[in-house]
């Protein structure tokens, strides 16, 4: 099996720690919001690769993280705790905000297929840990205390840009206008910040330096070693947290151990919707229950993630939406009735090599739609093999449904009646066309005419 690494900025083949098992930590939500179709992907994408190390015979521990503390709307250590200005938006307390955003989340995945870690680690449960590995990080000499909170000094860690490759000359050029006060480098990264004096907040506790909350990153490296070891395999997230939220865990981690943190770093690219990036205001803002509610099937959405690298930057539109709900009725539509044998070694292996080849969703699908069309399979055979596949696909292709026909071609289908009904056979051959563009057979027969998902 081979993996990119961010680290290396290279495939590399994936040799764990141990020979049997896999350590796994998956940068979790911050639960102050709704989380969209483009948060999605990115869990989509690290359940693909969950399902794919365990079908090469790895046993894997997934930890994953909820942040409901802790994380300001700034990059800078500066703005609103999200947490709380989340709860102003929606006039909850932060305690019911968080608990009814990771419900939310949790909603999302399970209609996505999704296989969340049996427990998942909450930052607010965590906070003696988070003190604990703060408190060493003083003794080693790496913070120091400024107005507003205890801060990492990232000129104490030689390697600090060792992930992201930034420039430090560049940074501080570009250094903006909020940079925190009173800082030592621009790179710096609040450990724990103080309550302001003028106001109280929701969420703070008592600390060796005074009440306060702690900062973002120190939840990740307290969670994930308590969790997994000081050095473990495996860590996610998006293309977002490499600049700054995991090179801080990386500094804060190696800082205070003196080991190497974690061998692979998996980053997964970001999703626009018709090519523009998700926004409320742009009206092109999804949640997996708006997409729901219009009809569709979620695990439509599930394949069209499959359908690109999680490297890419991919493209979400209601079209291309549409389009992977009938391919995956199509799919299904091959499942058949007939008892299933064994699955067939040759496709398997073919599909395997996609997947274990950086995680190559897009062939892997390519392979299964070659499958279902080799007429050399015996019977049971095809149906064998999809199921096995679809234990890394998780689109639930042994589903009994009725197949939902889009309003579309039913449109199609009623103007082509009335043609037919006119004589005007032309224009009729032209709605059958424009019927099988959109991935449906047309049947005429003395019962009417009947549309079926193309096989």
């Known amino acids: 099996m081979k993996i990119y690494n961010t680290l290396s900025r290279s495939i590399e083949e994936f040799v764990p720690i141990h020979p049997t098992t896999v350590g796994m930590y998956s940068c979790g939500p911050t639960v102050y919001d709704y989380q969209h179709v483009g948060h999605m992907r990115r869990y989509v994408g690290d359940d693909v690769l969950l399902r794919v190390l365990r079908a090469n015979g790895y046993v894997v521990h997934h930890v994953m993280n909820i942040t409901d503390v802790g994380h300001l709307v700034s990059d800078e250590d500066t703005g609103e705790d999200k947490m709380e200005k989340g709860a102003k938006k929606y006039g909850k307390d932060v305690w019911e905000l968080a608990k009814m955003f990771e419900q939310q989340f949790t909603q999302s995945c399970k209609a996505l297929g999704i296989t969340l870690p049996t427990d998942l680690m909450h930052a607010t449960d965590f906070i003696p840990e988070q003190i604990t590995l ?178 890419q930057e991919m493209n979400f539109t209601l079209d291309s939406l549409k389009a992977a709900e009938v391919a995956l009725m199509k799919l299904r539509s091959h499942m058949g009735e007939e008892e299933h044998s064994i699955p067939n070694l040759v496709w398997m292996e073919k599909f395997m090599d996609a997947l274990n080849d950086d995680l190559n969703t897009a062939k892997a699908l390519a ?55 006119a004589g005007d056979w032309g224009a009729s051959d032209e709605m059958r066309s424009k019927i099988q563009d959109l991935g449906w057979e047309v049947e005429d027969s003395k019962n009417g005419t009947k549309v079926t998902p193309k096989k």
């Open 134 to 311: 703060i408190k060493k990080l003083e003794e080693k000499g790496f913070t120091y205390k400024i107005e507003d909170g205890i801060y990492f000094d990232t000129s104490k860690f030689p390697d600090y840009f060792k992930l992201s490759r930034q420039n430090p000359e560049e940074l501080k050029k570009g250094a903006r206008v909020e940079f925190v006060k009173d800082k030592k480098n621009v790179s710096d990264f609040a450990l724990w910040k103080f309550s302001p004096t003028n106001e109280k907040r929701q969420m703070e506790w008592e600390s060796p330096w005074g009440v306060g909350f702690p900062g973002w990153h120190i939840e990740c490296s307290a969670m994930s070693m308590k969790a997994l070891g000081n050095h473990f395999d495996i860590h996610t997230g998006g293309i977002d947290h490499i600049n700054i939220h995991h090179t801080n865990e990386i500094a804060q981690s190696e800082a205070v151990t003196g080991e190497k943190f974690v061998n692979y770093w998996v980053h997964h690219n970001f999703l626009v919707v018709n090519g523009e990036k998700m926004s409320k205001s742009l009206g092109n803002f999804y949640t997996v229950q708006d997409l729901i509610k219009d009809g569709y099937d979620p695990l439509a959405l599930r394949y069209l993630i499959l359908q690109t690298h999680y490297r």
């Open 367 to 421: 392979v299964v739609w070659e499958m279902v069309k080799d007429d050399a399979l015996i019977l049971g055979e095809k149906k064998a093999t999809l199921l096995e596949m679809d234990k890394i696909l998780g689109l639930d292709l042994d589903k009994k449904t009725t197949v939902e026909v889009p309003q579309a071609v039913v449109d199609l289908v009623s103007q082509r009646e009335a043609f037919r009904k």
